[in-house]
């Protein structure tokens, strides 16, 4: 178990903190924050702008990589899919997911989840720990370097934090991850490129919509009726779809110009995909008044040992447009990497033998 300071999950603050700790001066710290964040260093070694002293220290009292990948998956589609292994053996899993116009990194908060979504593969593992914000941001860092080449700098690429795990109950981990990479002076991933999801931690919600500075919110929400969501998210029974909206609605007036937020939608064949249940979707949100809200319709991905199905091609459509008849706007997203378990509620440190590692 490693005892040195992951050094990646500091601020810039408080990374002058430290190297004033261990007898430098205070500038050295945007150096080395430039050497982890922008330039996306794997080690102290490779930080050549430092003094050899100095980088011998720094070896001594902390670590940038804590991370250690075990497998890499590549899809057909070019989705890639990141095994790894916390310094204390955890699980974490990471999807980047490239398309034509821009490049998007799914990540996880936790190891596991502690929730349990029952079309969700990740919650059979039960939540094992929370992750790091070091842990966080190094993801990024994993998969930046291995789509790029550690030399380039990625443009337009965006976050979502829909990986393993209930980003809200990792809270102060993950905004603190989030504010590093949005600094101009490492990866300047900015908050409206970033879209963190919650399966409904009402008061995070609240906390949420407060922050200064926002990222994207999408909430999960899978069912219209209490009596279905209750049995798909159990969520659902500390905090019912009443107060979930009522939340919702508290996001909705803090939305800048232009922004609406997502509601996820996972389509389960033969379970919450009828006619009957768009129209009382439609209807909620009506009553709600949520008037700039999306959803996104997202066909379940089969996964054993789950005994769910996809739902039928034609009813997706049809569920679409039954929304939209009433007012909603409504999107199917196109799964992604499901050969290689990285599309959604997948998720679940799957090394099976049948899948190529590239
Ligand atoms: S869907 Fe998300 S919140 Fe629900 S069990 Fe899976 S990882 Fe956890």
């Known amino acids: 178990m490693s005892k040195k300071l992951h050094i990646t999950g500091l601020s810039i603050n408080e990374l002058a903190d430290f190297v004033q700790q261990i007898g430098e001066p205070k500038y050295r710290a945007k150096q080395i924050f430039k050497n982890l964040h922008e330039r996306r260093a794997l080690d102290f070694d490779e930080m050549t702008d430092l003094p050899k002293a100095f980088r011998q220290?720094?070896?001594?009292?902390?670590?940038?990589?804590?991370?250690?990948?075990?497998?890499?998956?590549?899809?057909?589609?070019?989705?890639?899919?990141?095994?790894?292994?916390?310094?204390?053996?955890?699980?974490?899993?990471?999807?980047?997911?490239?398309?034509e116009t821009r490049d998007t990194i799914c990540f996880s908060s936790q190891s596991g989840c502690p929730l349990k979504c029952d079309f969700c593969l990740t919650a059979k593992l039960g939540l094992l720990r929370n992750l790091t914000a070091g842990e966080i941001v190094e993801q990024i860092i994993v998969v930046l370097n291995d789509v790029y080449g550690a030399d380039a700098t990625p443009h337009g690429t965006n976050l979502v934090a829909m990986g393993a795990g209930e980003p809200f109950?990792?809270?102060?981990?993950?905004?603190?991850?989030?504010?590093?990479?949005?600094?101009?002076?490492?990866?300047?991933?900015?908050?409206?490129?970033?879209?963190?999801?919650?399966?409904?931690?009402?008061?995070?919600?609240?906390?949420?919509?407060r922050l200064e500075k926002r990222p994207n919110l999408a909430i999960s929400l899978s069912a219209p009726t209490d009596e279905l969501r209750d049995k798909l998210m159990p969520i659902n029974r500390r905090w019912n779809i009443e107060e979930l909206l009522r939340a919702a609605k508290?996001?909705?007036?803090?939305?800048?110009?232009?922004?609406?937020?997502?509601?996820?939608?996972?389509?389960?064949?033969?379970?919450?995909?009828?006619?009957?249940?768009?129209?009382?979707?439609?209807?909620?949100?009506?009553?709600?008044?949520?008037?700039?809200?999306?959803?996104n319709l997202i066909a379940h991905n089969s996964a054993e040992p789950l005994e769910y199905h996809p739902p039928d091609a034609g009813q997706v459509e049809r569920f679409k447009k039954?929304?939209?008849?009433?007012?909603?706007?409504?999107?199917?997203?196109?799964?992604?990497?499901?050969?290689?378990?990285a599309a959604?509620?997948?998720?679940?440190?799957?090394?099976?033998?049948?899948?190529v590692q590239v």
């Open 169 to 209: 109950l990792n809270f102060e981990n993950l905004i603190k991850a989030l504010e590093i990479m949005a600094d101009e002076a490492g990866l300047f991933i900015v908050p409206n490129r970033v879209t963190v999801s919650t399966a409904g931690i009402v008061p995070k919600i609240y906390e949420f919509a």
């Open 344 to 355: 959604c509620g997948q998720l679940a440190a799957k090394n099976a033998p049948n899948l």
């Open 250 to 295: 508290a996001v909705e007036k803090t939305l800048r110009r232009g922004e609406r937020f997502t509601f996820e939608y996972v389509l389960l064949g033969g379970v919450n995909d009828s006619d009957a249940h768009a129209r009382a979707l439609a209807e909620l949100l009506n009553k709600y008044d949520l008037q700039r809200v999306k959803i």
């Open 322 to 341: 039954i929304l939209e008849s009433k007012g909603v706007s409504a999107y199917v997203r196109r799964p992604r990497g499901r050969d290689i378990y």
């Open 57 to 99: 220290n720094l070896n001594e009292a902390a670590t940038v990589r804590t991370l250690k990948v075990e497998s890499r998956y590549v899809s057909t589609d070019g989705t890639r899919r990141f095994l790894m292994k916390t310094h204390d053996n955890y699980p974490v899993e990471t999807v980047y997911i490239p398309t």
